[in-house]
């Protein structure tokens, strides 16, 4: 494995070399490996870039790794992302990027790296090699992990100084710049509820909760649990929005239909119940109740490994049992000041226009020059 993993890496840095002489040009590509779609993140700073600059070329590069990949397919989207970051004067990614990471560094280019949550509740990358859950110390060496960012951005500075040991980076690189979804989140959506109900008659007058489990292993296990408790409790009705990577099955009756995002879910709903995901930072900006189910609370922490430990920021709202967890939600006793100061704490740019900051950044660093000379604005396919 380690042999082809050289031999791509090598491969790909060749490709990128007949590329090398090409000029930047007005442009910003963005690439991610969440999804094949263009996340939200990325729609935001493009509806922005394109209102304060029309005649920046933009481009996306957006696949989800999967274990079975038509080869050809993924060669020539590969081969197209090399051409395009050979071009551009700014690369914005949302998660390790091969092509980024491991492609030599090329003057004019300035790399962006804005993390696809908020925050980090859990462990993640540098800070958990070598672990159950983590990957090896070896591999990430040899695939270059979180290597030639210019910048991280981040909402705060409690979520900078654990990014300094997650992505393995010095502090100054690390900016306080917040994230676009922080400003949709917190967007009014008037109707949005009773858009809801009109789709969901059955639910009419119960006490909406969203649950919002993080991948891992033995969650069905803990969703099933929690299905079954709030199974005998009329008043409420629990909706459960899996992971993208998580398999179980929903019974229909909690299931939202697909077409309703989970940030949208999350302000039709009166609480947001969670785990160790970083929607607890999301849903905080809601000023709404979020409560954290914790059925796995030890084996998860010594596996996986917290940098936000929810029994220790707010332990009122923490339960390991399903039936004592919706007994807090149903005694409506919460404490919003606490959650505040959570909130405050972990995400300082929420008063702030995120967007349009960023994007203000992003423009900085494309020459002047450039910015005068007229690009084709252009969409880079996302499959």
């Not at 090329?106 to 949550?117: M, N, P």
């Not at 070896?138 to 979520?159: F, G, P, R, V, W």
């Amino acid at each position: 494995m380690g042999l082809l993993l050289w031999i791509a890496k090598c491969g790909l840095r060749f490709l990128y070399l007949l590329f090398w002489p090409l000029k930047a040009r007005n442009k910003v590509v963005m690439l991610s490996r969440e999804s094949d779609s263009v996340p939200l993140d990325f729609r935001l700073l493009e509806k922005e870039l394109r209102r304060r600059s029309p005649d920046t070329e933009i481009v996306f590069f957006c696949r989800k790794m999967t274990k079975t990949i038509n080869v050809f397919s993924y060669c020539w989207f590969v081969l197209r992302s090399l051409y395009h970051i050979a071009t551009a004067s700014v690369a914005v990614t949302d998660t390790y990027s091969i092509q980024l990471c491991v492609l030599p560094r090329k003057k004019g280019l300035t790399v962006v790296q804005i993390w696809h949550a908020v925050g980090a509740v859990k462990k993640f990358s540098y800070q958990c090699l070598d672990t159950p859950n983590g990957h090896s110390s070896a591999l990430a060496e040899q695939m270059c992990m979180h290597k030639n960012y210019d910048y991280i951005l981040c909402t705060s500075e409690a979520t900078r100084s654990i990014y300094v040991e997650a992505f393995h980076t010095p502090r100054d690189r690390i900016l306080v710049k917040g994230m676009p979804r922080v400003d949709y989140i917190q967007r009014q959506a008037p109707g949005l509820r009773k858009r809801f109900l009109k789709e969901r008659p059955d639910l009419r007058g119960k006490k909406l909760l969203l649950y919002l489990p993080t991948f891992r292993e033995g969650v069905d296990e803990g969703t099933e649990r929690l299905l079954h408790a709030a199974a005998g409790r009329d008043e409420l009705a629990l909706l459960v929005k899996p992971h993208p990577l998580s398999s179980f099955h929903v019974p229909r009756g909690n299931r939202p239909a697909e077409h309703w995002s989970t940030y949208d879910l999350m302000k039709i709903c009166d609480g947001i119940i969670t785990d160790y995901s970083a929607s607890s930072l999301e849903a905080s900006l809601l000023r709404k109740p979020v409560y954290f189910y914790l059925f796995d609370y030890e084996a998860y922490k010594y596996n996986q490994g917290l940098n936000i430990d929810p029994s220790v920021e707010l332990p009122f709202a923490v339960s390991v049992e399903a039936a004592s967890l919706l007994d807090k939600i149903q005694s409506q006793r919460y404490d919003l000041m606490a959650l505040e100061r959570f909130r405050n704490k972990y995400i300082q740019t929420a008063d702030e226009n995120n967007t349009a900051n960023i994007v203000r950044f992003l423009l900085d660093h494309i020459p002047a020059a450039l910015r005068r000379t007229p690009a084709r604005q252009g969409v880079g396919a996302s499959r």
